[in-house]
């Protein structure tokens, strides 16, 4: 493609000064400057649809949450060894909406990033079991910190996983049937933490993104039902990531696990939870931390400072007073219905799933076969992108169109992308 001038210009900048490992979207890529609700805007004031990033879920730069992260800079921002409201407030607020045992008598504990929330939730069940081993799905990404990126399989076969890591399937609704997945899941489960039994490591955990995401999407209910016996079974704790599949969504329920009728030993949470803030956390039953809490000590300096916590309160605020987990459901379920429409026209659409606002499509070959198209995908990302529509593309064959729009998507948001899609499976 040939790139404009100045953008060409900006890239090579970017190359020079921040190096090799980062990666861009597109291939002709974006460069922006403002964001405003479920836009965003570049330099020449072009306007695209933003219907990938669930950071910003109540909308790019929320005068709600704007308010409160200005007002607190305002007034202190500091660390957890000094007594506050805020904090308690918040995790007071959020604490009955997990469910279960952590709903009754669970804590709360702060974080910077989901990766940092996934390492600590990994120390504290290996300090609890006294085991090591772990158990994630196989194309799983759960963080970039040393520990985390040791049990992230999608960062491909040159990042090697720990040697206790064991990895299951996905739960694959389109190439098996859904009824079945969780009685699959589960016995794969059995089976690798006797693996890592044998290898002497024990199962520490079993760690999974409840809408699995890098696996492709897979949003079937009540799959994880049995794994989690299975893991109990096996004297491990069932860690959520909710990094991606919490704060409403999903739509119909506030965390993704929910949707699978589970009670986990401990959530761990970051994105969309101050809307673009860096705040992040785990929640945990106090039997699972116990033995952490009296043998270690935890301080992170910046994870639950004032401003963040100021953060993911007006965050949480607007999910709930303004109703975004039910337009979630709602918007979802109009985009899914529209793409499924498409599909009776589009031969390359294999497969329309998710639920809420996290949309998987998978492109494929030929329907029959139900062989992964990747061309067609990143063909279809890339024209979206001219038409300023943005979407992504996840799964181990990169042909699942990912469409993840902030929460506060409207009917004309929908009714662009859809037109867009359309348009670009015409052409
Ligand atoms: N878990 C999941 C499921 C994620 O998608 C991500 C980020 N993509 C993380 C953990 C890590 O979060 P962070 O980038 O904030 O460290």
Redesign the pocket.
């Known amino acids: 493609a040939h790139l404009d001038p100045a953008l060409a210009h900006a890239i090579e900048r970017r190359t020079r000064l921040l190096g090799p490992a980062y990666r861009l979207f597109y291939q002709t890529p974006v460069e922006v400057c403002r964001g405003s609700g479920t836009r965003l805007f570049d330099k020449q004031g072009g306007e695209y649809l933003d219907a990938y990033n669930n950071v910003v879920s109540v909308g790019h730069c929320n005068p709600h949450v704007i308010e409160a992260v200005h007002e607190q800079m305002s007034t202190l921002c500091t660390h957890t060894r000094y007594v506050q409201d805020g904090i308690l407030d918040y995790a007071e607020a959020m604490l009955p909406s997990f469910g279960g045992r952590i709903g009754e008598t669970g804590h709360m504990m702060f974080t910077c990033?989901?990766?940092?929330?996934?390492d600590l939730a990994l120390r504290i069940a290996k300090h609890h079991t006294g085991r090591r081993g772990i158990i994630v799905t196989e194309e799983a990404?759960?963080?970039?910190s040393e520990l985390?990126a040791g049990f992230s399989p999608s960062l491909g076969e040159r990042a090697p996983l720990g040697t206790w890591v064991r990895r299951i399937p996905a739960p694959d609704s389109y190439r098996h049937d859904p009824a079945a997945l969780g009685r699959m899941l589960a016995d794969a489960v059995t089976r690798q933490a006797y693996e890592l039994m044998r290898a002497g490591d024990g199962l520490a955990a079993f760690v999974a993104?409840s809408l699995f995401?890098?696996d492709g999407v897979y949003a079937s209910p009540e799959v994880l039902g049995p794994v989690a016996e299975a893991v109990r079974a096996a004297g491990g704790l069932f860690i959520a990531?909710e990094?991606?599949a919490g704060f409403g969504r999903s739509g119909d329920r506030f965390w993704g696990y929910q949707r699978h009728g589970i009670d986990p030993d401990i959530v761990?949470m970051?994105?969309p939870m101050g809307n673009g803030f860096p705040v992040?956390a785990i929640a945990v039953t106090p039997e699972a931390v116990a033995s952490f809490g009296s043998d270690m000590r935890y301080f992170n300096t910046f994870g639950g400072n004032g401003v963040a916590i100021a953060a993911a309160r007006a965050t949480r605020e607007v999910i709930l007073n303004d109703n975004l987990q039910a337009n979630a459901t709602r918007i979802g379920a109009l985009l899914r219905d529209g793409i499924s429409g498409l599909a009776n026209r589009f031969e390359g659409i294999g497969d329309v799933r998710g639920a809420g606002l996290y949309i998987g499509v998978e492109m494929v070959t030929e329907r029959a076969a139900r062989s992964p198209d990747a061309a067609l995908a990143a063909r279809i990302v890339n024209e979206m992108r001219e038409r300023r529509v943005l979407i992504s593309a996840t799964g181990p064959e990169a042909n699942v169109l990912k469409i993840r729009p902030p929460l506060v998507f409207s009917d004309a948001d929908a009714d662009w992308l859809l037109s867009t899609l359309e348009a670009v499976l015409a052409a």
């Open positions: 990033t989901g990766s940092e929330a996934n990404y759960h963080g970039n985390t993104d995401s890098s990531d990094v991606q761990t970051g994105k992040a």
